[in-house]
């Protein structure tokens, strides 16, 4: 919690993102240390954090005050809203696939490694073509 | 994407999904910000609407941009000197611009103080959709700007003791070809005719002639103390010095107005001077001149003797702006008084920049300070010179008024 005003107070804005990763590390601790099922509030947990960060960041740059940003306000509100409703989806359809009575198996685990590694290596590139 | 690569590595590790869950999330963001986002491409061109201002007036700059690529959100601020200040007091502005969009963002600010200003640089910042990714550039410009001290009207100004030997509107002491009747006497060979006053003559039985004052001009040099610059506390409060020019811009003004030559002598750490002309071109030159006064400090003993002797023609009235702090200047205008130069002093009180203290010594310091400055203004009016005080809150008429007052009185006093 200090870390986080600490971030928004704008000392330390880069505590932002260690705040965001400390949470998500108690919440996943904390599920795994007890042995709970598959939490079903899981999705709404991510959003909730993907928000926070957004707003975070978003009020760090109000900081430095400008005329003329109602509307520029507007667009960037509908679209933090349409990420934290992506990421609402995609944690259900992740819980969904997790759901499944599959098998655990070597394979699977690989080719869940395997897309990990795809979905960070995605990033990367397009965060390389950015830079070239 | 830090957070979401810890994110999958703790899926993979803890046999969990609620990792991958938190991870998609940032992941989606990150992919989202790098494909909306883009090298900005925007060519920006700065105009300002004026370069000549008065003080109190309000400038336009404004930013014409030309965008290459759609820029979602751009801020612009321009570097502003602390003496201009935007009315609402945000000098930054946003805009969003398409593909291609030409887009012209007026920023206006009011110019507080005279002086000359040149505002060198404009604050671009680029941002895409979501914040993620900044461009910044600052822009070199060039656009310099003049803020002339709002002037005063003056309805009447202080006279010379004695005038020149130009035209001008000051009636002469000296008796002469003029409008002004000064005094009767007996006709004597070489008199004109028309200078006859034939009532006299007929009472009298001689003939008698009028003799006239002649309308001469004058010469005034503004004198400035700039050794010293007293200030209040707070960015906005005016200083001494903006006081002293704005009194002087007033009074160049009104005496170049009727004719007269006006001169000006800043007097301090740097010793500028303008010899005394007259004309529109001199009103300029002056104005300049004191648009670029600045205090600068120095240690070295000064007195009169340093200024070039065509400064202080003979017989000028010199019109002194000062705090009368400076240990300088103090006696430098005494040094002016006893040479015989017409002097009155606009006094710009150092008591209004600084008060009591809290403590019982600090108190009586201050009354002390107060007596020994009551002291050097009796100094001054002993040696028949007028000493009227100015702090800006009233018109620099009344001022004058005080002046003239003093002057009839003690010429008074010495007939």
């Known amino acids: 919690m200090l870390l986080l005003v600490l971030g928004l107070a704008g000392i330390v804005p880069a505590a932002i993102g260690w705040v965001l990763g400390l949470i998500g590390i108690a919440y996943a601790v904390s599920l795994y240390a007890v042995g709970a099922p598959i939490d079903p509030l899981a999705p709404a947990v991510a959003g909730g954090l993907l928000l926070v960060g957004e707003l975070s960041y978003w009020s760090l740059e109000l900081r430095r005050p400008a005329s003329g940003r109602a509307l520029i306000s507007v667009r960037r509100a509908l679209s933090i809203a349409g990420l934290t409703a992506a990421t609402g989806v995609m944690g259900s359809l992740i819980l969904l696939v997790a759901s499944l009575p599959l098998a655990g198996s070597l394979l699977t685990t690989m080719a869940g490694a395997a897309a990990a590694l795809g979905a960070l290596a995605l990033v990367m590139v397009l965060a390389r073509r950015l830079a070239g | ?415």
């Open chain 2, 1 to 415: 994407l830090w957070i979401g690569g810890a994110g999958l590595l703790a899926a993979l590790l803890l046999g969990r999904p609620e990792p991958a869950v938190l991870a998609a999330g940032f992941l989606i963001a990150a992919t989202a910000g790098l494909l909306l986002a883009g090298r900005p491409r925007l060519e920006v061109e700065v105009a300002m609407d004026r370069d000549h201002v008065l003080e109190g007036d309000e400038v336009t700059v404004t930013t014409s941009l030309h965008a290459g690529t759609p820029i979602p959100q751009v801020l612009i601020e321009v570097a502003l000197p602390p003496t201009l200040r935007p009315p609402g007091g945000i000098a930054c502005r946003a805009a969003t611009l398409r593909r291609g969009e030409r887009h012209e963002i007026p920023i206006a600010f009011k110019c507080e103080r005279w002086g000359g200003h040149v505002l060198g640089e404009i604050d671009l910042q680029c941002r895409d959709r979501l914040g993620f990714f900044v461009s910044s550039e600052k822009v070199k410009v060039r656009l310099p700007l003049r803020v002339y001290p709002r002037p005063e009207q003056l309805v009447e100004l202080v006279p010379a003791a004695e005038t020149q030997v130009l035209a001008g509107n000051e009636v002469s002491r000296q008796k002469g070809d003029g409008i002004e009747f000064a005094d009767l006497r007996p006709f004597l060979p070489g008199d004109r005719v028309r200078r006859v006053n034939w009532r006299v003559s007929a009472r009298r039985g001689i003939l008698h002639v009028n003799e006239l004052h002649p309308e001469r001009n004058t010469d005034v040099i503004v004198f400035l103390d700039t050794f010293v610059e007293l200030r209040k506390a707070g960015p906005s409060e005016a200083t001494s010095l903006d006081l002293c020019v704005r009194a002087a811009a007033a009074l160049v003004t009104h005496y170049l107005a009727r004719r007269d030559r006006v001169g000006l002598v800043g007097f301090g750490g740097t010793l500028r001077w303008l010899r005394p002309a007259m004309g529109k071109m001199q009103l300029y030159r002056l104005i300049e001149a004191l648009l670029d006064t600045e205090v600068a400090f120095s240690y070295a003993w000064k007195g009169i003797d340093a200024l070039p002797r065509r400064t202080l023609p003979p017989k000028s009235l010199v019109i002194a702006l000062s705090p009368l702090v400076d240990e300088r200047s103090v006696p430098a205008l005494l040094d002016l008084s006893g040479r015989g130069y017409d002097l009155a002093i606009i006094e710009i009180p150092a008591e209004a920049f600084a008060g009591p203290g809290t403590s019982e010594t600090d108190r009586l310091a201050y009354r002390l300070w107060t007596m020994e400055r009551d002291a050097l203004r009796d100094g001054y009016r002993a040696h028949g010179v007028a000493v009227a005080t100015w702090d800006g809150g009233r018109p620099v008429q009344a001022v004058l008024e005080e002046v003239l007052t003093f002057r009839r009185y003690a010429r008074h006093l010495h007939a």
